[in-house]
């Protein structure tokens, strides 16, 4: 048997890649002696009871049309793994045994070659196909496993992961650059250490659960230096000057400023407190325009953007210089762009400042609603396109191949998606990061066709955050969506691109994120008087206090603002868009007027009049969605709801898109009671999702 000694990997690595292309001869015992290397367990052996065969060859698995699926390797709740063997070229069979040499035997394809490739994603389809066709007890756990692994014997192992587990796209971990480990990366620990966790811990490798503890450290530090400095500055003031801090953090630790020089300015500041505003604004200053910075005595790239258009500092103490230092030590390139947005809001908003310590959305809720809404139709292309490329390769036609797979990468740099309630940008950022990694695995294929301007093509064609479009009401949410979808964006181009240095300007004001209200938009508004002639006012909605006697958040009737009276009020119109996806303000029909305002709520029923008044508040972001997509104005739409939406006065909202005759509406992914939280209280709520398209189709439902 075989063990992790760098003398038996050398005997593993030497054995196996001298092995003949035969895997089903094969696999089975270099999946065995490869759990040694690891020092992982064996496969068990299989048995009659098929809920017993947890980690085990050869699992059955039972397929939609009626057939029965082998699984090369289970691990239940783990993997799901399909091995095939490719073949060296001919040219380089000569120390190959000689009993390979007389058959001659080719095995799946020659390695390197588009055949290989094509065979690989086979298998990878294939692999998936398995995962989402397992019965109801294999997902005791929780979900489906978390990865695929594809391997050629003897020579690569894939991993692909799918993280919430809900029978979505597995894509390629940690990236489309680096998912392929070649057999001779296993002499490496840290190699070693990742596939082992794949065998015991494969949640472990979720970069989410990772991130998340960072995100939230720095966003309570952040919060403590937001109390001292709201004592004598407007919050909004303190917001933005923060924001512009934190993005400066973010800058030195993933090398766009000189690795630790704003740490090591602020550290030289705390000697001379009367010093930090003047010096901070001149960093700015040069942030925005680029150029020699005289306060790091370097020369720095040119950010721009909206974030550094303003520069103001605000002067600060010994003390509070030292929780920026506190914040400034988190690396952030550990921070989790898709949860810290709220974080953010909570820890700069002092009405939202309580709900810091409490649970907040997680990635793979997020995941489940874009990955269908999204991701699956353009992977759907994807695929199609492979093929194609497949195709054109193997019949010698490479400069068509480069074409189509091009000319895919300009379609999906051309994709926009809307969230008309995007909050501070969580939907918006998942679905880019998945939009690039899907541009990575193009991009890939692009440079195995040898498509010589392929850096030329990456600067002038790319996905970006432009595409991702935005509608908030609240400023300082969209201010923050923004920068989550710029430090997303810097994160994913520095961790697939290395030391390459994204083109100037570092950040661009896109103008992709638009402050206002999503569902109404009026010519004017105009107080309301009372008989005396003075203003009238509400409970502002939102801001809340202990009770004396239960210590629950109730309505702070102090919190007060002026009543209007709405002019010309009318249905808001919406960016053009491909997709459009969201998780609009959970707040029913019954709150609606003692969180909006009689005002508000009298304008939308005008401005909304076919909508039947007793229905949540959503619904009219659905109905908005569902005109525009008989209009064929956009593709596909998804959106995140409380349960009600099912209950009959919500119905009548909905129905009439979904039972019309001429152009029917279909629900084409659900999923009807799953957990969330809420972002208006953040309590534990059960929501459904629903991703909608044109026609008559069938659905999937997620139970």
Not at 52 to 81: C, M, Q, S
Not at 426 to 444: A, D, I, Q, W
């Amino acid at each position: 048997m075989l063990d992790s000694s760098d003398t038996s990997i050398d005997t593993f690595i030497a054995r196996w890649r001298a092995s003949g292309a035969a895997e089903r001869a094969n696999y089975q015992l270099f999946l065995s002696e490869l759990c040694d290397v690891l020092s992982v367990e064996r496969p068990h052996p299989t048995t009659p009871d098929e809920s017993a065969n947890a980690y085990v060859f050869e699992k059955r698995v039972p397929l939609p049309h009626g057939t029965t699926g082998f699984i090369d390797l289970y691990h239940r709740g783990r993997f799901v793994l399909e091995a095939k063997q490719g073949s060296e070229k001919p040219a380089d069979v000569a120390g190959h045994s000689p009993t390979q040499q007389k058959t001659g035997r080719r095995g799946t394809a020659v390695r390197g070659t588009s055949s290989w490739d094509t065979a690989l994603e086979k298998a990878r389809r294939q692999a998936q196909t398995y995962a989402r066709s397992l019965p109801p007890q294999e997902l005791t756990d929780g979900g489906r496993p978390p990865f695929l692994v594809i391997v050629d014997v003897g020579n690569t192992i894939e991993l692909y992961s799918e993280f919430t587990r809900s029978g979505g796209n597995y894509i390629p971990f940690p990236d489309p650059h680096s998912y392929r480990l070649p057999l001779e990366a296993l002499r490496d620990d840290t190699t070693r250490d990742l596939l082992r966790a794949v065998w015991d811990d494969p949640l472990s490798l979720d970069p989410a659960r990772r991130s998340a503890q960072v995100t939230r450290e720095i966003a309570e530090r952040l919060a403590t230096l937001a109390i001292s400095l709201e004592q004598a500055y407007d919050p909004s003031l303190v917001a933005h000057f923060l924001m512009r801090c934190l993005f400066t953090m973010f800058a030195e630790d993933v090398r766009l400023l000189p690795e630790g020089a704003f740490t090591e300015l602020l550290r030289s500041l705390q000697q001379d407190p009367g010093s930090f505003k003047p010096m901070v604004e001149h960093l700015w200053g040069t942030m925005n325009s680029g150029g020699f910075s005289v306060v790091l005595r370097r020369a720095i790239p040119r950010f721009n953007g909206g974030l550094f258009a303003e520069q103001e500092a605000l002067p600060l103490d010994e003390n509070q210089i030292q929780l920026l230092i506190d914040a400034a030590r988190a690396d952030w390139r550990d921070v989790e762009p898709a949860i810290f947005g709220a974080l953010l809001e909570r820890a700069l908003d002092p009405v939202e400042r309580h709900k810091l310590g409490a649970h907040y959305t997680p990635r793979s809720y997020v995941e489940r609603l874009v990955l269908p809404t999204i991701i699956e139709p353009l992977r759907a292309e994807w695929e199609g396109v492979q093929a194609a490329v497949a195709q054109l390769a193997q019949s010698g036609n490479d400069r068509g191949a480069i074409a189509e797979a091009a000319a895919f990468h300009r379609r999906l740099a051309g994709v926009r998606v809307l969230d008309p309630a995007c909050g501070t940008g969580n939907f918006l950022y998942v679905t880019l990061e998945h939009l690039k990694r899907l541009e990575g695995e193009v991009l890939n294929t692009l440079r195995d066709l040898g498509h010589g301007q392929l850096s030329l093509d990456i600067e002038s064609v790319m996905v970006t955050p432009q595409q991702l479009l935005g509608i908030e009401v609240n400023p300082r949410a969209a201010a923050i969506a923004e920068l989550v979808l710029w430090i997303g964006y810097l994160q994913w181009h520095l961790r697939t691109r290395g030391d390459v240095r994204p083109a100037e300007p570092i950040i661009r004001d896109f103008h992709n994120i638009e402050r206002r209200d999503a569902v109404l938009d009026w010519d004017g508004v105009e107080p309301l008087l009372d008989a005396a002639g003075r203003p009238v006012t509400r409970w502002d909605g939102r801001t809340t206090k202990p009770h004396p006697v239960t210590g629950e958040q109730v309505p702070d009737e102090t919190a007060r603002i002026p009543v209007y009276r709405y002019l010309n009020p009318r249905p808001a119109e919406w960016p053009a868009a491909e997709f459009v996806i969201g998780n609009p303000p959970f707040i029913g029909a019954k709150r609606m007027r003692e969180y909006l305002g009689d005002d508000y709520v009298d304008a939308l029923q005008t401005a909304w009049p076919e909508i039947p008044q007793a229905t949540d508040y959503v619904t009219r972001w659905w109905h908005k969605a569902a005109v525009l997509l008989k209009q064929d104005r956009i593709r596909q739409f998804g959106f995140i709801t409380t349960n009600s939406l099912r209950q009959s006065f919500n119905r009548r909202a909905i129905e009439p898109h979904l039972k019309s005759d001429k152009q029917p509406l279909s629900i084409v992914f659900a999923v009807s009671d799953h957990p969330w939280i809420d972002s208006e209280g953040s309590a534990a709520v059960r929501v459904t999702m629903t991703v909608v398209a044109s026609g008559n189709r069938e659905g999937r439902l997620l139970i």
